[in-house]
């Protein structure tokens, strides 16, 4: 049974940082096809970054230059540097089985498998 979980969210002042990490059980992170998703209060939920099993990357206009996915043997990872209050929301990793492709996809229907969330606030 493949279970995800999202931890190191928190509250971070305006202009700070926080890493996320997604842990996985029943499935090998590397072969998986992984993304991030938030949604912020009265939003939908939008796909902020992804990484394919063939390392293929992807990121939301808005955070890129700020935010950084990566992976390792057991967990996906996601930096977010110089955060705004726009970045506030609740954040999930996502995965699918791999595509081994060059390009990921940050649309939350291509991905199986959910966290339950990890939630970020920003304040100014």
């Known amino acids: 049974q493949v279970h995800l979980e999202e931890s190191g969210g928190g509250p971070v002042q305006s202009g700070g940082s926080l890493r996320l990490s997604c842990a996985a059980s029943g499935l090998h992170m590397p072969h998986y096809d992984i993304a991030w998703f938030r949604q912020a209060p009265g939003k939908e939920r939008e796909g902020v970054s992804c990484?394919?099993?063939?390392?293929g990357i992807g990121y939301l206009g808005s955070v890129k230059g700020r935010f950084t996915i990566s992976r390792d043997a057991d967990k996906t990872y996601l930096q977010m540097n110089n955060l705004n209050s726009d970045d506030t929301a609740v954040y999930y990793c996502?995965?699918?089985?791999?595509?081994?492709?060059?390009?990921?996809?940050?649309?939350?229907?291509?991905?199986?498998?959910w966290g339950q969330g990890a939630q970020v606030t920003i304040s100014s």
């Open positions: 990484m394919t099993s063939g390392d």
């Open positions: 996502a995965a699918v089985y791999g595509t081994w492709a060059g390009v990921c996809s940050l649309e939350d229907s291509d991905y199986v498998f």
